[in-house]
Structure formats: structure tokens, C-alpha cells
């Protein structure tokens, strides 16, 4: 079984910066797994925000494109997302996500992954 152990959240103005990481602990495998992070807000479906291949291929919503950055460091199974000009729109308590492999049409369906982190929250204020 894998865990996933997401840190990084907390508040910040419009406008500033934060940087969650997601650490995944268990199999030994782990290191070769595809992420991702999604988010939820109250009363809103769960939103894709960005995927990684285990070949650095980076995938990311509309909603954050240009502003938010996923990367992964496979030595210490760590999947990261850089989120830059935050807006008050982007509060929500986000997710990390793994699987062995998603195909490229499924990897903005939550459903497609395995392994889910406990949530993190995000709070932008304006």
C-alpha cells in the first residue's frame, strides 16, 4: 500500500506564492509513478490542476496555466506544485494523487488514480 502525506498549505494574500509537496511512503515502486494534484472547493466538483509522467511531461488545467508548476523528484518520491499569483479563487483544499500509469485522455478524471493524500488547505485572501 502507498500513503501520500501532503504539506504546504496555509494562507496567502493575492498575489503571493506557495509551494505544496507531496510525499509518498510504502512500496518501493513509488518512485516510478505518474502524480497529480487536484482541488475542491465548498460546494464545487473536484477540479484537475496539473499531472506528471515519469518522463517529466507536465499536463495543467486552464484555470492555472502560467501560473502553477508541478514537478516531482523521484529520489525522494516527492511530488511538488508550485503555485505562483495566487488568486482568491484558487482557495480550496488540494490534493495529491498517484497511479502506476494514466492514459493521456484520463488524466483529468480523479477516478484514474490509485492513491490519494489527505488534503491540504489553500486560502487566498483578497
Known amino acids: 500500500q502507498v500513503q501520500l502525506v501532503e504539506s504546504g498549505g496555509g494562507l496567502v494574500q493575492a498575489g503571493g506564492s506557495l509551494r505544496l509537496s507531496c510525499a509518498a511512503s510504502?512500496?518501493?515502486?513509488?518512485?516510478?509513478?505518474?502524480w497529480a494534484w487536484f482541488r475542491q472547493a465548498p460546494g464545487k466538483e473536484r477540479e484537475f490542476i496539473a499531472h506528471?509522467?515519469?518522463?517529466?511531461?507536465?499536463f495543467y488545467g486552464d484555470s492555472v496555466k502560467g501560473r502553477f508548476t508541478i514537478s516531482r523528484d523521484n529520489a525522494k518520491i516527492t511530488s511538488y506544485l508550485q503555485m505562483n499569483s495566487l488568486k482568491p479563487e484558487d482557495t480550496a483544499v488540494y490534493y495529491c494523487?498517484?497511479?502506476?500509469?494514466?492514459?493521456?485522455?484520463?488524466?483529468?478524471?480523479?477516478?484514474?488514480?490509485?492513491?490519494w493524500g489527505q488534503g491540504t488547505q489553500v486560502t487566498v485572501s483578497s
Open positions: 506528471i509522467r515519469t518522463n517529466g511531461h507536465t
Open positions: 494523487a498517484a497511479a502506476a500509469y494514466v492514459i493521456s485522455s484520463q488524466i483529468y478524471r480523479s477516478e484514474s488514480y490509485t492513491y
Open positions: 510504502g512500496r518501493t515502486s513509488t518512485n516510478t509513478m505518474a
